[in-house]
């Protein structure tokens, strides 16, 4: 079992940054790959970017790819989702979450735990 807790959101406005931070506890971080997920009101969750066990290796999400960075620290227990060049529609509830099995993926039900959220809101 892993707990997740978010934190960083809040408002700013468009062009402006932001990093979230996941910490998580319980079973050991460094067997988990991580994945930040978002969710707008009215639209289903969708990926945005996942991270594996090492920190190796990413992926991201079209939309999100080249101002957004995902990173992790191990020793901390910790994986971050640094966003610059924020847009009006990057605003969602932005929740982290974790994978046992090895492998990256996009796909939402391959995620085992999952933090409750953290609003970001981008105004034009």
């Known amino acids: 079992q892993v707990q997740l807790v978010e934190s960083g959101g809040g408002l700013v406005q468009a062009g402006g940054s932001l990093r979230l931070s996941c910490a998580a506890s319980?079973?050991?971080?460094?067997?988990?790959?991580m994945g930040w997920f978002r969710q707008a009101p009215g639209k289903e969750r969708e990926f945005v970017a996942t991270i594996t066990r090492s920190g190796i290796n990413t992926y991201y999400t079209a939309s999100v790819k080249g101002r957004f960075t995902i990173s992790r620290d191990n020793a901390k227990n910790t994986v971050y989702l640094q966003m610059n060049s924020l847009k009006p529609e990057d605003t969602a509830v932005y929740y982290c979450a974790a994978r046992i099995q090895m492998g990256q993926t996009t796909v939402i039900r391959d995620y085992d735990y999952w933090g409750q959220g953290t609003q970001v809101t981008v105004s034009s």
């Open positions: 319980g079973r050991t971080f460094s067997s988990y790959g």
